[in-house]
């Protein structure tokens, strides 16, 4: 069983950056890939990037390439993504995952484990 805080969410402007966090105080969070998904208000969650246990081999549905980025410190047991030229009609709340298996498909839907969310407002 593994914990997930999310953190990081703010308001940004159209064409602003941000990097969300998402960590763990346990010890197993190390033994989890880790996804990043956004659920926009009236709309299906939505996979954006995945990171393997060992930080090694990232994941990006084609849909998500370019300006996401995801990346690992497991020293510090968390796991971040850059989002780069953040749009409106990215707003959502971002949520983090854990799955022992690292997804290798677009339509990947989570493994158990999620954290609470944190909300992305990006203002035109």
């Known amino acids: 069983q593994v914990q997930l805080v999310e953190s990081g969410g703010s308001l940004v402007q159209a064409g602003g950056s941000l990097r969300l966090s998402c960590s763990s105080s346990g010890r197993s969070f190390i033994r989890y890939a880790i996804s990043w998904f956004r659920q926009a208000p009236g709309k299906e969650r939505t996979f954006i990037a995945a990171i393997d246990a060992s930080g090694e081999s990232t994941y990006y549905p084609d849909s998500m390439k370019g300006r996401f980025t995801i990346s690992r410190d497991s020293a510090k047991n968390t796991v971040f993504l850059q989002i780069a030229n953040l749009r409106p009609e990215e707003t959502a709340v971002y949520y983090c995952?854990?799955?022992?298996?690292?997804?290798?498909?677009?339509?990947?839907?989570?493994?158990?484990?999620w954290g609470q969310g944190t909300q992305v407002t990006v203002s035109s």
């Open positions: 995952n854990a799955d022992p298996q690292v997804p290798i498909t677009g339509d990947y839907l989570g493994g158990n484990y």
